[in-house]
């Protein structure tokens, strides 16, 4: 069985490159994917999450994904977020590697949105937003810049100011000015894109700040009871998601638009099968405002592990 440690995948990895393999893997069929979700009180406060991931091609492969989420962990010595990825043969079930997961989601994490933003975001685009200075927002950064290389400038918001400065300081992509902000209304009104991965349970990107011709990229909350965005902005935007199947009736974001009665699930115009096989149903106007809800899933972490099996083994 193969061992893919995390320095390993880095050394394999570019984000062009894994965003078209993405492209290329959502032409395939999923055959079944599920989730388990379990949560406890955490000492802390709030609460630790342990969430399993499986998805599964007949005949091809099977993988799953072990993730725990303990955010007291955060500007500790260990991430909130930490996984294990296992990947097996799908005609005879043997194991087949052995992966880090935690790694895996950061690099799948952020090439499913700029997939997403690869079809949606103005091709134009010079000023990206970034909501969140986590370990993930470096990395969306990256990716958001390899979709669309035109951005000159990245502005960041972060509850804790002095962890957006970090980041601004680390200039996570050469030749990109960074700055912190601790205005986010108006880090948001003055971007192209604006992407969001927080663990925020109420709004923090509102609808009335969008302006047209804006890609909004959504991708922390992943439970009921988490949202990034107000029901405005999806009133406002084209909306489209990563998989229906892990989205719909699960993300907080989605569900309270509904609840309200201002938003429905058919307005949804793609996720990203329907666009890697058909395109966006409607051309972009210049002043549409589009929105992408990150929400992940198992199908995303079999293509990923399967991508880094690939450039490990020479292919």
Known sequence: MNIIDAARMRAVTSYPDLVEWLRASH???IDAMDDLLMTQPAAAGGADTLLIRAAWQRGKQIGIKLITVFPANAGGALPSIQAVYMLFDGENGQPLASLDGTELTYWKTAADSALGARFLAREDATALCMIGAGAQAPHLIRAHCSVRPSIERVTIWNRTHAKAEALAAAA?????????TTDIEAACRGADVITAATAAEAPLVLGEWLQPGQHLDLVGGYKPEMREA????????????????TTVGICGDLLEPVKEGRFSADRIEGDLFDLCRDGLPAPRADGDVTLFKNGGGGHLDLMTASYYVDRVSGG
């Open 27 to 29: 032409l395939d069929t």
């Open 172 to 180: 996570p992509v050469e030749g990109v000015a960074f700055e912190a």
């Open 230 to 245: 107000d029901t405005e902005a999806f009133v406002r935007a084209r909306v489209f998601v990563d998989a229906r199947e």
